[in-house]
């Protein structure tokens, strides 16, 4: 069964950069089949889309964090990396890497996380 | 961007009916997935594609989608069905195509 596991620092400097890893448990990565995505989570609020990493490389990600967004893979396809530049206080939160299933449905495409990974909770601080 | 609107809490007694619902314009012309989160874990797919259930989740999961309202049907509500859940569409007009509800928090009386 697969496992994603994400991993980075717990705490991280306003201003500086977040960079987190999600090592997947099996080839999935390796399949066209899958896309990958981070979403966070701020203490007491909702799931936020953060982005997509496709299967023919692109990269999308939330209009709302303005360009501060990288995410990419690495050569064994087993991670997936983000990093999210010139953090705030608001970047405090539990981040969350997950695989994305596409798929066709009767209403058009349509994408589904499953699995998640457990989150690493990161903390911004002054 | 397209946007999912949810109670912020529903309220069941053990054995009734819980019916949490997703709200968005024309949302019954798009394939909806929900969400448990229980706390401090992270979210679990519990229906995907309106009415599916992945492998694992009870039958007592069910999901209905019509007009500019989806709904998670949590039948013989159980205590350990106590968690927030969030429903998700894919928006592909848009520059912001994951689109998650706010969450409901469902209650277990």
């Known amino acids: 069964q697969l496992q994603l596991q994400e991993s980075g620092p717990g705490l991280v400097k306003a201003s500086e950069t977040l960079s987190l890893t999600c090592s997947v448990s099996d080839d999935s990565m390796s399949s066209r089949a899958y896309y990958w995505a981070w979403v966070r989570q701020c203490p007491g609020k909702g799931l936020e889309w953060i982005g997509t990493?496709?299967?023919?490389?692109?990269?999308q990600h939330s209009p709302s964090l303005k360009g501060r967004v990288t995410m990419s893979v690495d050569t064994s396809k087993k991670h997936f990396f983000l990093t999210l530049t010139s953090v705030t206080a608001g970047d405090t939160a539990m981040y969350f890497c997950?695989?994305?299933?596409?798929?066709?449905?009767?209403?058009?495409?349509?994408?589904?996380?499953?699995?998640w990974g457990q989150g690493t909770l990161v903390t911004v601080s002054s | 961007s397209y946007v999912l609107i949810q109670p912020p809490s529903v309220s069941v007694a053990p054995g009734q009916t819980a019916k949490i619902t997703c709200g968005g314009d024309?949302?019954?012309?798009?394939?909806v997935h929900w969400y448990q989160q229980r706390p401090g874990q992270a979210p679990v797919l519990v229906v995907y594609?309106?009415?599916d259930r992945p492998s694992g989740i009870p039958e007592r999961f069910s999901g209905a989608n019509s007009g500019n309202t989806a709904t998670l049907t949590i039948s013989r509500v159980e205590a350990g069905d106590e968690a927030d859940y969030y429903c998700?569409?894919?928006?592909?007009?848009?520059?912001?195509?994951?689109?998650f509800g706010g969450g409901t928090k469902l209650t277990v009386l």
């Open positions: 594609d309106v009415g």
């Open positions: 990493l496709y299967s023919s490389g692109i990269t």
């Open positions: 997950a695989r994305l299933t596409p798929f066709m449905a009767a209403g058009g495409s349509t994408n589904w996380f499953d699995p």
């Open positions: 024309s949302i019954g012309s798009k394939s």
């Open positions: 998700q569409v894919w928006d592909g007009s848009s520059d912001h195509p994951e689109v």
